[in-house]
């Protein structure tokens, strides 16, 4: 079965660049949440879209900023990175929407960004 | 604010045991539960989902519950193997959103 896809799955970025993450929903999910997971953390909620429009957002960066295409896709853009952005970036998918219809999530396997 | 909680923080048993982990939310106006399972520097693979209408849901050797009223759920791992060992977190839905906030996760070392 088809699973969420992120890319790149490592990311090795300097202080102050930017970066660009990539996630591609499981067929057919109209739903896209990313969430961080520095080390030794659980994961953090950063933002989400259900059919192209923001429906949630956590505690996201005013640095961060995302969207979702017209093909479901979507991609968090990241700029002026400090270290402590180096965490792994999830993102998850699913169908339904905003609550309370509320579906699974299925989530991908992470984009890996280290800031040096 | 919704916080989710996990006990224990680490877990470790012998190879064959049943087990259970424990997972309390603060706030019961929840719409689902999912637990996941994490190994180290991995994804989240979704292991269970029990909606807020549900009591109880099973797959496999893995059994979880759900009480809302009193904020609670518990996986329950039958005949543990050393391939269970792994991090096991709890997630709820908060009020108002979609998002999924996360307890701090049970690490589990099942021994051979």
């Known amino acids: 079965a088809a699973g969420v896809i992120q890319s790149p799955r490592h990311l090795i970025k300097e202080k102050r660049e930017t970066a660009t993450l990539k996630c591609y929903p499981i067929p ?23 059919e192209k429009m923001q429906s949630d957002k956590g505690s996201i960066p005013d640095r961060f900023s995302a969207q979702q295409f017209s093909d479901y896709h979507s991609e968090l853009n990241m700029s002026s990175l ?24 299925y989530f991908g396997p992470g984009t890996r960004l280290t800031v040096t | 604010k919704q916080e989710v909680t996990q006990i ?7 190879e064959g045991e049943n087990l259970v982990l424990n997972c309390s939310f603060t706030d019961s106006a929840i719409y689902n539960l999912q637990w996941f399972r994490q ?54 839905n908060s009020p108002g959103g979609s998002r999924l906030t996360f307890g701090e996760g049970t690490q589990l070392t099942v021994n051979p």
């Open chain 2, 8 to 14: 224990p923080a680490a877990l470790s048993v012998p």
């Open chain 2, 39 to 92: 190994d180290p520097g991995k994804g989240l693979t979704s292991l269970l989902l029990i909606q807020s209408s549900q009591r109880e849901q099973t797959s496999g050797r893995l059994n979880a519950s759900l009480d809302k009223s009193s904020g609670r759920s518990t996986l329950y791992i039958a005949a543990s193997q050393p391939g269970d060992s792994a991090t096991y977190l709890c997630a709820v």
């Open chain 1, 28 to 50: 057919r999910h109209d739903t896209v949440y990313w969430y961080q997971q520095g080390p030794g953390q659980d994961p953090q909620f950063l933002i989400s879209f259900y």
């Open chain 1, 82 to 105: 400090e270290l402590g952005d180096s965490a792994l970036y999830f993102c998850a998918s699913s169908t339904g929407g905003v609550a309370p219809i509320s579906y699974e999530q």
